[in-house]
């Protein structure tokens, strides 16, 4: 099992521009979510899916946006990349809830100039 | 909402000494708690657990109990070694299911 897998690693982007944070888990997993992490801020939960087709937002979703079509797969899209979401991003999922034991992924970390 | 309050960081110790981080939560209904470590350059992964009031959870000589009267889920380790070094973070998922992380605390322990 390859676990949680995130792309790309690291990403430089332009104030304005958008892209797609990739995450995916083979563990048939339904809850999966994604964080940020700032210093002294810890991590805030941005989005989260309970099962494909079924996504809520979670602390700080402006800016982001989220689909779950396939159980295996949670992208997080930025609409217009900001300097303010400058973070290193986390995926994580577990078996059907924020209960039980979160799997993260490696993070991508993002720079927006 | 959920949250968590942890003590601030960086705390830095001696080896073999003992460790407390503090860890206060507010939430609805019967909420798990959870202790995450992230060591340097990786993603979090669980420490340890508790899913009831009065639950102790403990893992690699780590251990903390589910206080419901104090709201409180405080970390410890009787002798921390320099492999201990570590971000430790504090959650709680209550009964929406979303898990809800404090700040972290940076430990730093010397040999």
């Known amino acids: 099992n390859a676990g949680v897998t995130q792309t790309p690693k690291f990403q430089v982007l332009k104030t304005g521009q958008s892209m797609t944070l990739q995450c995916a888990q083979d563990?048939?997993?339904?809850?999966m979510s994604w964080y940020r992490q700032d210093p002294g801020m810890g991590l805030r939960l941005i989005h989260y899916?309970?099962?494909?087709?079924?996504?809520d937002q979670g602390e700080v979703p402006n800016g982001y946006n989220v689909s779950r079509s396939t159980t295996e797969d949670f992208p997080l899209r930025l609409l217009s990349a900001a300097p303010s979401q400058t973070s290193v991003y986390f995926c994580a999922s577990s078996y059907s809830s924020g209960k039980e034991t979160q799997y993260f992924g490696p993070g991508t970390r993002l720079l927006v100039l | 909402g959920n949250s968590v309050t942890q003590m601030e960081g960086p705390v830095t110790l001696s080896e073999e000494a003992f460790l407390t981080i503090n860890c206060t939560y507010t939430?609805?209904?019967?909420?798990?708690l959870f202790w995450y470590v992230q060591y340097p350059g990786e993603g979090l992964q669980l420490l340890l657990k508790a899913t009831k009031a009065d639950d102790k959870g403990s893992n690699k000589g780590f251990e903390a109990t589910y206080r419901k009267e104090t709201t409180s889920f405080h970390l410890e380790k009787g002798s921390v070694q320099v492999s201990d070094s570590a971000v430790y973070f504090c959650?709680?998922?209550?009964?929406?299911?979303?898990?809800?992380f404090g700040q972290g605390t940076t430990l730093q322990v010397k040999p």
């Open positions: 563990m048939n997993h339904e809850y």
């Open positions: 939430a609805t209904g019967y909420p798990s």
């Open positions: 959650a709680v998922s209550g009964n929406t299911g979303k898990l809800i």
């Open positions: 899916s309970v099962g494909a087709g079924i996504t």
